[in-house]
């Protein structure tokens, strides 16, 4: 059985294509069945604190050398790092803001990853990410269309955020585009169609 955890990052909230597009995934996933929990973390609704001096220092300070200060100021990091630790799957919606990802996105990840916890140096002193084995689908947003060979930040930052630093190399995008056009109809179906053929949940 598969833990899901979902994560919105959209402010515009049910007019959200990002977040709809998501939850089509998720709903896909349910219906492979094999799903045991799913967990929802809207990063609007419950925006992730931003680094301060304080706290800073916290994300680099080793495990062990943690005490009742850093607990608190670490105390958000912590829950969404339980939160990645005991997801099997994640589901990540996010709009597009100028080439890059949202911005409680970003603070999330910030929040999440750590040296010690999401990864660890090798005697070689490489990271070593200590989440490895799980499945992240990404869906983006995007106002305008992509032009033919242009690079695509969103999917590509996220992609080397997870390896780089989590471990996470199974990371899978679906795009939806041109939401801004005049009469613009959203097609989830068309967006998903072989879904159900190459991702199968054991």
């Known amino acids: 059985m598969k833990n899901i955890l979902h994560i919105i990052s959209s402010a515009r909230g049910e007019l ?13 996933l349910l219906q492979q069945g094999n799903i045991n929990k799913i967990t929802v ?5 419950d925006t992730p604190p931003h680094a301060n001096e304080m706290s800073i220092h ?7 050398l943690y005490d ?3 607990q608190q100021l670490l105390s958000y990091a912590n829950t969404i790092v339980d939160e990645v630790r005991e997801a099997d799957i994640i589901v990540i919606g996010t709009p597009m803001f100028n ?5 409680p996105l970003k603070a999330w990840l910030d929040q999440l990853i750590r040296a010690g916890v999401t990864y660890v140096f090798d005697e070689q002193w490489n990271r070593v990410g200590q989440f490895k084995g799980k499945k992240v689908y990404l869906a983006v947003a995007s106002g305008g269309r992509s032009a033919e060979g242009a690079p695509d930040y969103v999917s590509a930052y996220i992609k080397d955020v997870f390896r780089s630093y989590t471990g996470i190399t ?4 679906y795009r939806i585009e041109g939401t801004m056009e005049n009469g613009f109809t959203a097609d989830y179906e068309s967006i998903l169609k072989d879904f159900n053929s190459t991702n199968e949940v054991f």
């Open 16 to 28: 959200s294509y990002s977040n709809k597009l998501s939850t089509f995934i998720l709903e896909r």
């Open 41 to 45: 973390r809207d990063l609007v609704k």
């Open 58 to 64: 916290e994300f680099y300070k080793h495990p062990g």
């Open 68 to 70: 009742e200060q850093s």
């Open 99 to 103: 080439l890059g990802i949202s911005t």
């Open 170 to 173: 199974d990371v899978e995008t």
